[in-house]
C-alpha cells in the first residue's frame, strides 16, 4: 500500500510569486491534514478535511492560504503571494474515519527568498 | 491551548542503554497520543499510539505509558541501538495534533 506522497519534495521562489504544495492520501483515508514547521518551532496544525469538506481551518495563519480538496482525493495548499515568514516544511497526513492514528508524507520544504 | 513539553531536548547514550523520554501536557481532554520518529530531512514515522482509554502500548522494543490525569507520557526503548538514533516527537490529539518540540536522541557505538 502507497503512503502519503508530497509534491514537490523542495520549492524555492521569491517573495510575492504563488506556489501550490500537493498531497495525495492514502487511498481510502477519508480524512486529511495539513500541518508545517517553521524554523525553530514546533510542528503546527493547519487545517482538516473530512472528504472534500472543511472540518477545521483554525490553524491557518491568513487569507494568503487556500486549501482545496478535490473530490475528497488529493489535496493542494496554495499560498499567494508568498511572504518569507512562510518558509519551513509544510507536512500532510491522513487516517482513517474509524482509526485515529495519522500517516504522514515525507514533507514539502518551502522557501522563500 | 494545548501546550506539550518533551524532556530532555537532547539526549546521547551508549549502545545497549535504555531510554526514557518524558512527554507532558496541559489539557487531558484528548482522544489520543501518539509517537512518532523523525530521521533528518525524513518525514515522521508512527510509532505508537495510545488511546485515551489505555494505559500503554507495546511494539517491540518501544513501550509508551499514558497518564491523562496527570498529563504524562512516556516513551522506554530498550536496548538501544546506534539506529535508534533519531528525533522523538509527542503528539496530543484532540481531533488535531499538538506537537512538543521533539527529544534528539543519539545512541553512540
Known amino acids: 500500500e502507497a503512503g502519503v506522497t508530497q509534491f514537490p519534495s523542495h520549492s524555492v521562489i521569491e517573495k510575492g510569486q504563488t506556489v501550490t504544495l500537493r498531497c495525495d492520501p492514502i487511498s481510502g483515508h477519508d480524512n486529511l491534514y495539513w500541518y508545517r514547521r517553521v524554523m525553530g518551532k514546533e510542528i503546527k496544525f493547519l487545517l482538516h478535511f473530512v472528504k472534500e469538506s472543511k472540518q477545521d481551518e483554525s490553524g491557518m495563519p491568513n487569507n494568503r492560504f487556500l486549501a482545496e480538496r478535490t473530490g475528497g482525493t488529493y489535496s493542494t495548499l496554495k499560498v499567494q503571494p508568498a511572504e518569507l515568514e512562510d518558509s519551513g516544511v509544510y507536512f500532510c497526513?491522513?487516517?482513517?474515519?474509524?482509526?485515529?492514528?495519522?500517516?504522514f508524507g515525507p514533507g514539502t520544504r518551502l522557501t522563500v527568498t | 491551548k494545548q501546550e506539550v513539553t518533551q524532556i530532555p531536548a537532547a539526549l546521547s547514550v551508549p549502545e545497549g542503554e535504555n531510554l526514557v523520554l518524558n512527554c507532558s501536557f496541559t489539557?487531558?481532554?484528548?482522544?489520543?497520543l501518539q509517537w512518532f520518529r523523525q530521521d533528518p530531512g525524513k518525514g515522521l514515522t508512527s510509532l505508537l499510539l495510545i488511546q485515551s482509554s489505555q494505559r500503554e502500548q507495546t511494539s517491540g522494543r518501544l513501550n509508551a505509558s499514558l497518564d491523562k490525569s496527570s498529563g504524562r507520557s512516556t516513551l522506554y526503548i530498550a536496548a538501544s541501538q546506534p539506529g535508534d538514533s533519531a528525533t522523538y516527537l509527542c503528539?496530543?490529539?484532540?481531533?488535531?495534533?499538538?506537537f512538543g518540540a521533539g527529544t534528539t536522541v543519539t545512541v553512540r557505538a
Open positions: 497526513a491522513s487516517s482513517t474515519s474509524v482509526a485515529y492514528e495519522q500517516y
Open positions: 489539557d487531558s481532554a484528548i482522544y489520543n
Open positions: 503528539a496530543v490529539d484532540d481531533y488535531k495534533l499538538s
